[in-house]
T-cell receptor
Framework: DGGITQSPKYLFRKEGQNVTLSCEQNLNHDAMYWYRQDPGQGLRLIYY???????QKGDIAEGYSVSREKKESFPLTVTSAQKNPTAFYLCASSPGAGGVVGELFFGEGSRLTVL | DAKTTQPPSMDCAEGRAANLPCNHSTISGNEYVYWYRQIHSQGPQYIIH???NNETNEMASLIITEDRKSSTLILPHATLRDTAVYYC??????????????FGTGTRLTIIP
């Protein structure tokens, strides 16, 4: 089935460690996005990528890094510079022309806990 | 992008219509209204969007007032699986691939058996 796969679903990390969250899609979507969600809060945009080898910062990019070497993949690295990394991370993608503009397809999320 | 105001929570009896309001009094003429929902611990799901005409799809109906300052999402026959947080988002017309959306805190809808 087509969709967005995020892994791992749960991740524990010690302070000072970098961690990479995986996001893979087989929907042939050009654009991909990373959001962060804290308990009881809405979603905040971290990074997004409209095309391979290109990406832009969102509203809260500090302490995060991304890459987009392949159309299908958009991994997010949470670095030790991120002061409060414990959160629920959501990856999304959107289709190009022929789809519904503004319709994002989300993965199931990755829950990161810093110990 | 215009700011939206939604009630923090609502209850609805199973089988009844759920009417979720959204206030967007500062909306501009080129801004669309989008609705998403998020079931607990899952990613949000697109429901519907509109500009000024009422819209209906297999999931819901969207009613936008004539002055466009408010809208209502209607789930015609609510089921327990409709229990979720519903987000109302106002956004200028987007280009494909530049669909950055800002999700607020939404309305937590609970369907009561």
């Amino acid at each position: 089935d087509g969709g967005i796969t995020q892994s791992p679903k749960y991740l524990f990390r010690k302070e000072g460690q970098n961690v990479t969250l995986s996001c893979e899609q087989n929907l042939n979507h050009d654009a991909m996005y990373w959001y962060r969600q804290d308990p009881g809060q809405g979603l905040r945009l971290i990074y997004y990528s409209q095309i391979v080898n290109d990406f832009q910062k969102g509203d809260i990019a500090e302490g995060y890094s991304v890459s987009r070497e392949k159309k299908e993949s958009f991994p997010l690295t949470v670095t030790s510079a991120q002061k409060n990394p414990t959160a629920f991370y959501l990856c999304a993608s959107s289709p190009g022309a022929g789809g519904v503009v503004g319709e994002l397809f989300f993965g199931e999320g990755s829950r990161l806990t810093v110990l | 992008d215009a700011k939206t105001t939604q009630p923090p929570s609502m209850d609805c009896a199973e089988g009844r219509a759920a009417n979720l309001p959204c206030n967007h009094s500062t909306i501009s003429g080129n801004e669309y209204v989008y609705w998403y929902r998020q079931i607990h611990s899952q990613g949000p799901q697109y429901i519907i969007h509109g500009l000024k005409n009422n819209e209906t799809n297999e999931m819901a109906s969207l009613i936008i007032t004539e002055d466009r300052k408010s809208s209502t999402l209607i789930l015609p026959h609510a089921t327990l699986r409709d229990t979720a947080v519903y987000y109302c988002i106002v956004r200028v017309a987007m280009n494909f691939g530049n669909e950055k959306l800002t999700f607020g805190t939404g309305t937590r809808l609970t369907i009561i058996p």
